[in-house]
T-cell receptor, first 113, second 113 residues
Framework: GENVEQHPSTLSVQEGDSAVIKCTYSDSASNYFPWYKQELGKGPQLIIDIRSNVGEKKDQRIAVTLNKTAKHFSLHITETQPEDSAVYFCAASMFQGAQKLVFGQGTRLTINP | DAMVIQNPRYQVTQFGKPVTLSCSQTLNHNVMYWYQQKSSQAPKLLFHYYDKDFNNEADTPDNFQSRRPNTSFCFLDIRSPGLGDAAMYLC????????????FGDGTRLSIL
């Protein structure tokens, strides 16, 4: 089955700097890669997603890149703000029917004012 | 305007005493999922319903059952909770026909005494 590795497990950056979180996946059949942000006591919230027919997607300060050959994808957050502090999870699945998401281990991002 | 609603937010039960967690949705999505998330870990899929069809993950313990009486509601039943079942339980929904991403509720935190 699918296995997703996520790094780093913790990340601390200064406000205004950029943050990058990386994930690798094992199943070449996976074709859907969402990123979720989870704040304390809340459920995961989708922040951006990408499908395997696209190499890069951007939404304001957030971007995701996908390298299908190497089976890795990354989340980029620019101009970080204190409200970006949270745990971020990458995931992979087949986008066909039900989405059986396999999550990475999570990255605790801290933005220092 | 919460779209995936989980009740209760916090549940305490005794070791071995059956417990039921509930999830409702206003999105009219045809797939509903249950995930288990232990402290500082990633969510792990337990099972999902595609309409009325139940799909169990291979490694989900028999202690966990689910019911979906209609499109809007889904229940997670834990028949004989053990200390290792203490976790956050997350419900999520998705719609297959237009490839929408999963939407998560804020979870129920289950404690076992």
């Amino acid at each position: 089955g699918e296995n997703v590795e996520q790094h780093p497990s913790t990340l601390s950056v200064q406000e205004g700097d950029s943050a990058v979180i990386k994930c690798t996946y094992s199943d070449s059949a996976s074709n859907y890669f969402p990123w979720y942000k989870q704040e304390l006591g809340k459920g995961p919230q989708l922040i951006i997603d990408i499908r395997s027919n696209v190499g890069e997607k951007k939404d304001q300060r957030i971007a995701v890149t996908l390298n299908k050959t190497a089976k890795h994808f990354s989340l980029h957050i620019t101009e970080t703000q204190p409200e970006d502090s949270a745990v971020y999870f990458c995931a992979a699945s087949m986008f066909q029917g039900a989405q059986k998401l396999v999550f990475g281990q999570g990255t605790r991002l801290t933005i220092n004012p | 305007d919460a779209m995936v609603i989980q009740n209760p937010r916090y549940q305490v039960t005794q070791f071995g005493k059956p417990v039921t967690l509930s999830c409702s949705q206003t999105l009219n999505h045809n797939v509903m999922y249950w995930y288990q998330q232990k402290s500082s870990q990633a969510p792990k899929l337990l099972f999902h319903y595609y309409d009325k069809d139940f799909n169990n993950e291979a490694d989900t313990p028999d202690n966990f059952q689910s019911r979906r009486p209609n499109t809007s509601f889904c229940f997670l039943d834990i028949r004989s909770p053990g200390l290792g079942d203490a976790a956050m339980y997350l419900c999520a929904t998705s719609r297959i026909h237009d490839n929408q991403p999963q939407h998560f509720g804020d979870g129920t935190r289950l404690s076992i005494l």
